[in-house]
């Protein structure tokens, strides 16, 4: 007994002592900071760095990618050479990330989404890309500051600090059969929402001819995802913070319709909920779903899926029904941020992401990656690629309609719960009951951060 | 030097790369968790905030002093009742003194240490323990009693072992990538997937399975048609979800715990089969006294192994996750996991990871003491 | 001994096996099955492919760059393998059958180290691994010091060893022991052959956990040089979409060596050892 105690006393304080006695020595990393000198951007010579980029790429698009570099490395006046490295997902490069900043190394430039980047930034591993941006030497003029989608700049843009630069953008957009919806008897994609309502209670009642499995037929299918209903909630005018883009407001009445028109249909069997990894996907490639509320980054496995072995049918995208306000899309992705290393690989680094956010470079990218670009001139670049590919044109006439989803501290979250909430109202939960301890949550989730 | 002295220094020096190595990788994190724990730490050092996090995550410390205490009064409720039946003889004095100590003992225990922590405490962490504790009985039991069989069973069998084994080590061996979404897809609410065409053959509904957050005993009440019962019904429960889960792991590490099972009953020399054989005994009274025994250095082994692992899991609960099963899957290992990449909060997540450390610890202190005696060691 | 008791028995053995070996095989066949499919096939949800793709394979092969990360894999795991199965046994030794101070606690801090969560251990060992970096003559990072020597001891190993080796009986270290053998001798001359079940289940074990690893080879790899295969596996399933065909391709790809390593071994495992000489 006596021993038995003795080893879990042993047990439980050599390893703590053991450990605590090397850290005695580490001082928590502070390597990567660097001491604040006034650096005059105008006098920095980026020549001859070498960049180190972060991407979470994989297959064509790193392909690309990686040649993309090549041809910066060839061609940029400065001599300056990046080497893109493949970090893994973006779970993974956090990681990397978080071990970087305590005593490994940063890179140069890194992939983040925005609530990755605030915690960056607060941690001070990331720098604010204003000063660079409005430089007269190294920045971008004014004309080219316009020619960005301003929504996406803004999206980067958290308490006044540019944390990242978008090099691409993705937005939802409507999936739609067009030939179901000819045999349906109806020559356009919805425009009201009370249309999408009708045209999925009629596809339920009747399948698509080429369907392979006839007996199962819906209008829609629903992803428990925040964003599917961020985009149905944007659509009709709402949002999901107030004005200033300080609080949550979640019980709005554009939710409460938006969920309520979708659990009317549920109950009518013509909208169903999404029940495996990319089952929406899946179904309306083989006309068992007539719309598909899906990110414009599936196109071309849409494409793929619906034309080169599937069932083979005309298929559109566009924006979901909109309110009185005209449309409004969701859109999103992830951004370039600059790491805090020496101001000189900084200046290198800011070089190259200029240099990937300009019209030709994003044209480029835009037909290996299939995102959207971020600039307004980049669709002078893309004439024939439109042809060719015209529901990604259809889609990218959208992108001024764009709008983001909060960036806000904590909203991922703030995500969570309402996934939670989502469910628990297509279960049949007391839609006051679970909206009111929604509001309170993300209030506290507010408060807590 | 004397013989002692000559056979600690071998010993140690035996014992020194293993320990350089565990040293450096398994005990230093150890305790940079928990210094990180200390500390207000994002993803650099912050302030030094004591145990701040500890208290914010367990609850107020009075309630863990009379959660405590309470455990401790019940063990000593239990020595009692021993050493008075051991003195008695038997009656019924033991039980009523052991009772009157240990009811109050657990009313403390439970109802002012546990209540109090649980409202205090953070949900996440209370939440974490108890998902983990399903998934930890859930699994641990089925899949040591079927490996023990199914090894057993290949033991005994002369034909065609080595497809046999090839087969039953297939899961473990499988990425869980690859084997996660084929899983996925087999527990998938759609009508088409397995298990609702398996439960459609039985004569029952679709079931939501991977995404279904409302627990088996109310599925099954619902089943019966009683659509109202109490709360704690759904709370005390594990979910579908954790349930199909919970299959899928045993159906990994059936193959993992068979295969060791096997290395032990191979060890088991011949003779003492022999010498049974000659004694005329059954094959159950071989199976007892001698395949148990002689094999239970490995079961112990596993069950050990078993339950450390499972209270640690997380790759295969992660892939497996869904936005449907809200929190009803979420083991601890997945809270600190969220609370690292998506709440950006590391000092917070070190403190839960400690305190699931100090369970496990504990855990496995109970266990050895418990299993470990009845452990036969061939000698 | 065909009696009716006997071969109703028999049923009843490979009745039961039989039944688990389709439980645990049926996801696998899936897998084989969806990876000969086309991607129609695979959305239409066939069972079985009309032809058989083969293209596939080439394309997974091709994409994840199956053939360097392959390499990889071998060498690191081999070289896990090798370590971990040198310092598990020489631990294991001490803690099974010698008397010395300090014995409970050695083993209770090894145990120890398997009860922490690895989301919170990757960072410290991290660090660690960077220190080492700096502060030795050879690389860590990017190289296979850091893929490998954190996974050198390992407490399941040790613990394994160590509960079989107590198992074995007493009488054959007093034997050595007459013979004049001191612990080395005993250890790695007597011991080591009696010990090849449990030491090829170490072996296989530890191989598999490298040849899976995935979180902490990319956080400590910054090019494919050194990366194992599992980091190639992750091509296939991004944001937008997964191509099961490919995907399911790539894992039988992955899965295969492993499969092939164990059914050459698997004999090793359960042919009876018999404790010759010691009768009595």
Same mark, same amino acid.
């Given at each position: ?168 953008? =993705? ?45 199962r ?58 029940s495996e990894d990319?089952g929406?996907?899946k ?85 290996? =990656? ?33 709008? =983001? ?45 | ?180 979404v084929v899983f996925r897809t087999i527990f998938s609410p759609h009508p088409s997937s397995v298990a609702n065409r398996f439960w459609a053959l039985?004569?029952?509904?679709n079931c939501r399975w991977l995404y279904e ?27 579908l979800?954790?349930?199909s ?77 869904t ?57 | ?26 996801p696998?066949?899936w ?14 949800r ?54 010395? @101070? ?40 990017? =190289? ?17 060893? @160590? ?118």
């Amino acid at each position: 007994m006596k021993k038995k105690a003795e080893r879990a006393f042993r047990a439980a304080i050599l390893p703590l002592l053991a450990g605590l006695l090397p850290l005695a020595s580490c001082g928590g990393g502070d390597e990567s900071a660097r001491p604040q000198e006034k650096v005059v951007l105008e006098e920095l010579d980026p020549s001859g760095q070498e960049v180190v980029f972060w991407y979470q790429h994989t297959r064509e698009r790193e392909d690309e990618l990686l040649r993309m570099i090549e041809d910066f490395n060839r061609t940029n006046p400065h001599g300056i050479t990046v080497r893109g490295e493949y970090a893994g997902k973006y779970n993974d490069i956090y990681n990397k990330m978080i071990v970087g900043l305590q005593g490994g190394t940063l890179p140069h430039l890194v992939v983040a989404y925005q609530n990755q980047a605030r915690a960056y930034y607060q941690e001070e591993g990331i720098v604010d890309l204003n000063p660079f941006m409005v430089s007269p030497k190294w920045g971008l003029d004014s004309q080219a500051r316009a020619d960005f989608f301003q929504p996406f700049l803004k999206q980067d843009n958290i308490d006044g600090v540019q944390t990242g630069l978008p090099p691409n953008r =993705s937005m939802e957009v409507l999936y739609y059969n067009i030939d179901w919806l000819e045999e349906l008897g109806f020559d356009a994609p919805p425009a009201t929402w009370d249309k999408f309502a009708e045209m999925c209670r009629k596809a339920k009642e009747q399948p698509f001819s080429k369907s392979p499995d006839q007996s199962r037929s819906l209008g829609f299918l629903l992803e428990i995802d925040a964003s599917r209903l961020a985009s149905m909630i944007f659509s009709v005018g709402g949002d999901l913070v107030d004005a200033e883009g300080k609080g949550y407001t979640l019980d709005t009445p554009h939710l409460r319709q938006v969920l309520g028109r979708m659990m009317g249909l549920m109950g009518e069997k013509a909208v169903g909920i999404v029940s495996e990894d990319y089952g929406d996907q899946k179904e309306f490639s083989v006309g068992q779903v007539l719309f598909a509320l899906r990110s414009s980054s599936g196109l071309p496995y849409f494409k793929s899926a619906i034309e080169e072995d599937g069932v083979g049918f005309r298929w559109g995208v566009t924006h979901l029904p909109s309110g009185p306000a005209g449309p409004v899309v969701n859109v999103y992705g992830a951004s370039i941020s600059v790491c805090k290393i020496a101001p000189e690989g900084q200046l290198a680094a800011w070089f190259f992401l200029k240099w990937f956010t300009e019209p030709a470079q994003q044209a480029r990218w835009v037909r290996a =990656s299939n995102y959207f670009p971020v600039r307004k001139s980049t669709a002078q670049e893309l004439v024939e690629y439109f042809v060719e590919n015209p529901q990604y044109k259809a889609a990218y006439d959208l992108l001024g309609y764009g709008k =983001s989803e909060p960036s806000v501290a904590g909203y991922q979250q703030v995500r969570r719960l309402i996934q939670d909430a989502m469910v628990d109202i297509f279960d049949g939960g007391d839609v006051d009951q679970v909206l009111e301890r929604l509001e309170t949550a993300a209030g506290r989730s507010l408060a807590e951060q | 030097m004397d013989n002692r002295t000559k056979d600690t220094l071998i010993a140690w020096s035996f014992l020194a790369p293993a320990l350089a190595v565990l040293a450096g990788f398994g005990i230093f994190p150890i305790g940079y968790a928990f210094y990180v724990s200390l500390h207000q730490w994002r993803i650099r050092k912050g302030e030094y905030i004591g145990f701040d996090h500890y208290l914010r995550a367990l609850g107020e410390p009075g309630f863990l002093v009379w959660f405590i205490a309470g455990l401790v009064l019940l063990w000593c409720a239990c020595r009692v009742y021993r050493s008075l039946r051991d003195r008695q003889g038997g009656g019924y004095l033991p039980i009523l003194i052991a009772a009157g100590l240990g009811l109050p003992a657990l009313w403390l225990s439970l109802d002012q240490g546990l209540g109090g922590l649980l409202e205090t405490g953070d949900h996440r962490l209370y939440n974490g323990l108890k998902i983990t504790l399903f998934y930890a009985l859930g699994t641990i039991p089925i899949q040591l009693g079927i490996s023990m069989l199914l090894a057993y069973l290949l033991f005994k069998s002369l034909r065609a072992k080595g497809v046999f084994r090839i087969l039953l080590f297939l899961p473990y061996v499988t990425p869980v990538i690859a084997s996660a979404v084929v899983f996925r897809t087999i527990f998938s609410p759609h009508p088409s997937s397995v298990a609702n065409r398996f439960w459609a053959l039985l004569g029952f509904e679709n079931c939501r399975w991977l995404y279904e957050s409302k627990s088996v005993v109310g599925l099954f009440l619902r089943a019966l048609d009683i659509s109202t019962y109490p709360a704690w019904v759904d709370s005390c429960f594990p979910s579908l979800a954790l349930v199909s889960i919970v299959l899928y792991n045993i159906w990994v590490y059936i193959g993992y715990d068979t295969v060791i099972l096997l290395a032990g009953l191979s060890a088991i020399p011949r003779h003492y089969y022999e010498a049974a054989e000659i004694d005329g005994a059954s094959p159950w009274q071989v199976f007892r006294n001698i395949t148990l025994p002689l094999v239970s250095p490995t079961l112990f082994f596993l069950s050990m192994v078993a339950v450390i692992g499972t209270f640690k899991a997380f790759n295969h609960i992660y892939i497996m996750r869904t936005p449907g099963a809200r929190d009803s899957v979420d083991v601890l290992s997945i809270a600190i996991f969220d609370l690292i990449f998506e709440f950006h909060n590391a000092g917070y997540a070190a403190a839960m990871a400690f305190v699931l450390f100090i369970a496990i610890l504990a855990l496995t202190l109970v266990q050895n003491r418990v299993l470990g005696k009845r452990v036969f060691y061939g000698d | 001994m065909a009696t009716r008791r006997g071969r109703g028995r028999s049923w009843l053995i490979y009745g039961g096996l039989g039944l688990w070996a389709t439980v645990s095989s049926f996801p696998f066949a899936w897998m084989l099955l969806s990876s000969f499919m086309t991607r129609g096939e695979t959305l239409r949800r066939v069972f079985v492919p009309e032809k058989v793709q083969w293209a596939n394979y080439v394309q997974a092969w091709k994409e994840a760059d199956f053939g360097l990360y392959f390499e990889n894999s071998v060498l690191i795991a081999a070289m896990q393998v090798g370590g971990t199965l040198l310092f598990s046994l020489l631990a294991a030794y001490p803690l099974a059958r010698m008397e010395f @101070r300090g014995r409970n606690a050695v083993f209770a801090c090894i145990l120890a180290t398997l009860m922490i969560p690895e989301s919170v251990t990757m960072v410290p060992n991290f660090l660690t691994v960077t220190w080492l970096h700096r502060s030795s003559p050879f690389a860590w990072l990017n =190289s296979w010091p850091a893929l490998t020597v954190p996974f050198l001891a390992n407490a399941f190993s040790i613990f394994l060893l @160590r509960q079989f080796l107590r198992g074995l009986p007493g009488e054959l270290w007093d034997a050595a022991r007459i013979d004049g053998a001191g612990h080395f001798r005993f250890l790695f001359g007597i011991l080591l052959p009696l010990c090849k079940a449990p030491l090829l289940t170490v072996g296989m074990f530890t191989f598999i956990g490298s040849w899976n690893a995935l979180a902490w080879p990319l956080l400590v790899t910054n090019s494919p040089n050194w990366r194992p295969i599992s980091v190639g596996l992750q091509q296939f399933v991004s944001e937008a979409g997964a191509e099961v065909h490919l995907q399911m391709a790539g894992a039988v790809i992955a899965t295969v060596p492993v499969l092939l390593i164990y059914f050459l071994i698997q004999k090793e495992f359960t042919e009876g050892i018999s404790m010759s000489g010691l009768k009595g």
